[in-house]
Each structure stands twice: as C-alpha cells, then as structure tokens.
Antibody, heavy 120, light 106 residues
C-alpha cells in the first residue's frame, strides 16, 4: 500500500522560502519509471501541478508557475523535498504530494495535503 | 500553452446518468485521467488512460476520449458521487488539469 505524507510550515511570511517534505512508503523511488510530484490547490480553486522528480533524478517544473521551484529526493529516507522561494499570498494553498506510477502520466496515490498560508 | 476546459457544474438526479466533459485541442491523441474530490479530502483517481478504472472504483464510473473531448460518465449516480471532478492529461512534460466540475446529485 502506497502512502505519502506532506510536512512543513502552516504559515509563511511573504518573500520567505517554503520548504515542504514528502515522506512516502510502499514503493521505491529507485524503481524505473516511478516519479513523485507536487500539486497545489488554492482554497476553492482547481488543482495545479508544480513539479515532479523521476527515479533517475530527472526533474520537471510547471512552465506556468513562477521560477524559484526546486524539487529534490533522498531515496535513503524515502523523501522528496519541494522548495519555493519568494512566497506570495497568492501561493496560499493546500499542497499535495503524489505518486506517478512507472512510465505513466497520471497520479494514483495522493497525500493528505498540507495547507500553507502566506501572510504577514 | 495547452488548456483543458470543463463545465463548472453538472446536476443529475439519483439513479440517472451523469456526463462530465473535458475539452482540449486534439485531446483524443493524448491519455486523459479523472479524479474525484470530496469536500475536505484529497483527490482520488477514478479513471486513467481514458477508460481504465483503478481497483476499488465502482463499475458505474467509465470514461471515453475522442477528438477534442474526454468524457467521464457515471451510470446510476448515487448521492455519494456528489463531488468535484477534475480531468488531467500530459503534454510535453507538463501535467495539466481542467478547472474542475462540481457534480450535484439532486
């Protein structure tokens, strides 16, 4: 059974850097084709894909999201970390960690999500 | 950029068939997936690769994709199916979501 859990600050000041950690179990990020991504959802709005890291450390970022996104992995800890610099109130959202099955482009498992509020 | 368009809302009576559409340029040439999200919960995959259901998803959920439109169909809609539904596809290393459709079971 695949599980993912997001952790990080609930409140961030504008201009600060946000660091979120996804801790997962039930799969390995060394398995060919597998990926872990981040998706966010502002309150009352639609889902928006942010970034994804592959088993081979290849990384993809949303072209429609501001620059300043970085995704990394620590396979020994079963963790994926997302950092977003220069946070703005419009970045207030629930952030989800997701599992991409091997060589597929959908997300079959989602974390519970973590709400991040950007406010001074 | 590639966009996916969904109707903001769809209403259906219990026991009837609900259809939710997702439109995009030549969407039929790509795979479409669908997610169900109930209030306060994380999204759940209900259809992948246009027509396939993950284990545990009821048979009343089905999908199709042709031309510029993917469709999620819920047959014999139940009150528990009331939720937001999002379509999703992949285009040149970019995972894209539609704006979501609120399904109301009246």
């Amino acid at each position: 059974q695949i599980t993912l859990k997001e952790s990080g600050p609930a409140l961030v000041n504008p201009t600060q850097t946000l660091t979120l950690t996804c801790t997962f179990s039930g799969f390995s990020l060394t398995t060919n084709g597998v990926g872990v991504g981040w998706i966010r959802q502002p309150p009352g709005k639609a889902l928006q894909w942010l970034a994804l890291i592959y088993w081979n450390d290849d990384r993809r970022y949303s072209p429609s999201v501001k620059s300043g996104l970085t995704i990394t992995k620590d396979t020994s800890k079963n963790q994926v970390v997302l950092t977003m610099t220069n946070m703005d109130p419009v970045d207030t959202a629930t952030y989800y960690c997701v599992h991409r099955p091997s060589y597929n482009n959908y997300f079959d498992s989602w974390g519970q999500g973590t709400l991040v509020i950007v406010s001074s | 950029s590639y966009d996916l368009t969904q109707p903001p809302s769809v209403s259906v009576s219990p026991g009837q068939t609900a259809s939710i559409t997702c439109s995009g340029d030549k969407l039929g040439d790509k795979y479409a997936s669908w997610y169900q999200q109930k209030p306060g919960q994380s999204p759940v995959l209900v259809i992948f690769q246009d027509t396939k259901r993950p284990s545990g998803i009821p048979e009343r959920f089905s999908g199709s994709n042709s031309g510029n439109t993917a469709t999620l169909t819920i047959s014999g809609t139940q009150a528990m199916d009331e939720a937001d539904y999002y379509c999703q596809t992949w285009d040149t290393s970019n995972w894209l979501f539609g704006g979501g459709t609120k399904l109301t079971v009246l």
